[in-house]
């Protein structure tokens, strides 16, 4: 599949929702909602910056799902309740108001959460210490505490914090859905070998630790309906395990993607350190080409290093249909209209996201 600049800027469909381009804002935490979790005036500004620039699809930082266990950082926006759903709206129209879509990406933290204003202990798959260090930057310190195993009942809380959030989401406005399958917290940690030991109906091999992902999505979907589109964002690496692969490579691949496109994901948004190499020491596809492979009618959103209208182009060529940017996206809220005009782009500044990695006044400035 051959691609040129042109191809970023064309438009293309998620289920019922048309995006006027293929450049999409990678969701980023930046940890600027109120101490309550309700989204700001500052959040408002900032994702409408990217939308004013162009882009086509703006999918948010995770959003926390329920009262209990979900919440991962302090000041992380909520949607537990009509007044967090509220707080969303005024975010919702400045992106509608310049022709962006935009998605809420619903998230439950499990075992890494490291700032929940309802619970000070954490719950998990398994009583598995994770791997790293709280980040810094998002108001943390020291070693992740160890989790207690999730029963029954919590993840059945769990699964219906998302169902409920996604309908909040869609009465707040928004376009779509994304869960949040990937980065290590927690429905992958459902995912992953090491962090889940369960011998239920939740662990076990590859194929039966896809069940939580699986449970959640058909929850979602069960209650925001079939025209509404709910994707799911799936990665090997991890927030606190950022070099982890699936020890059963393409296999696991076809299990995970075979799976969500077996339930009828509206969309998949693989994530990796550079979308374009290989996804295993050895081998030859990127993640984004086996998700292709085993997903083949699924509109595929790929992110993961992307700085170029170059390196968009070779993701796009690999079978990627959306080009989700991060960084580049912070250093160039306007990199479609850059893009378009052939102006260049400039380089991203790690400092925007020191020493916390909350929304800075110079981000708004322009």
Not at 164 to 170: E, F, I, K, T, W
Not at 252 to 269: K, N, Q, R, S, V
């Amino acid at each position: 599949m051959n691609t040129n600049a042109n191809d970023l800027l064309t438009a293309t469909d998620i289920v019922s929702v048309t995006l006027r381009n293929r450049l999409a804002v990678a969701p980023m935490t930046r940890v600027s909602a109120g101490e309550d979790g309700t989204a700001t005036d500052t959040m408002a500004r900032y994702y409408e910056r990217f939308a004013r620039g162009g882009f086509g699809l703006v999918v948010t930082e995770g959003i926390y799902t329920d009262r209990v266990f979900a919440q991962g950082y302090l000041n992380q926006p909520g949607i537990t309740d009509d007044s967090q759903a509220q707080a969303w709206r005024p975010v919702v129209d400045a992106v509608h108001r310049h022709g962006a879509r935009l998605v809420a990406q619903l998230m439950h933290a499990g075992a890494i959460s490291q700032g929940n204003r309802f619970r000070d202990a954490t719950v998990g798959p398994s009583a598995v210490q994770p791997k790293g260090h709280q980040m810094e930057f998002y108001h943390g310190k020291g070693a992740y505490p160890m989790p207690a195993v999730m029963t029954e009942e919590q993840i059945a809380d769990a699964i219906e914090g998302f169902a409920a959030s996604a309908a909040r989401a869609v009465e707040a406005g928004f376009d779509g859905i994304e869960i949040h399958g990937a980065n290590g917290y927690l429905v992958d940690q459902f995912l992953t070998d090491y962090a889940n030991l369960r011998d239920d109906r939740w662990g076990g091999d590859t194929r039966r630790r896809t069940a939580l992902v699986r449970a959640v999505f058909e929850a979602v979907r069960a209650r925001v309906g079939a025209g509404v589109p709910v994707g799911v964002r799936i990665s090997q690496g991890k927030v606190n395990d950022f070099t982890h692969k699936w020890a059963g490579r393409e296999q696991d691949a076809e299990i995970i993607f075979g799976t969500l496109a077996e339930a009828g994901a509206g969309y998949i948004h693989v994530t990796e350190h550079k979308a374009w190499e290989p996804a295993f020491e050895g081998g030859r596809d990127s993640l984004v080409a086996l998700a292709r492979r085993y997903a083949p009618h699924v509109p595929l959103i790929a992110n993961g290093g992307v700085q170029d209208a170059a390196r968009a182009q070779e993701v796009m060529a690999a079978g990627a249909d959306i080009v989700a940017i991060g960084k580049a996206a912070l250093a160039n809220p306007d990199f479609p209209e850059r893009i378009r005009s052939a102006r260049e782009v400039a380089a991203f500044d790690p400092a925007i996201l020191g020493p916390v990695a909350n929304i800075k006044p110079s981000e708004l400035a322009a």
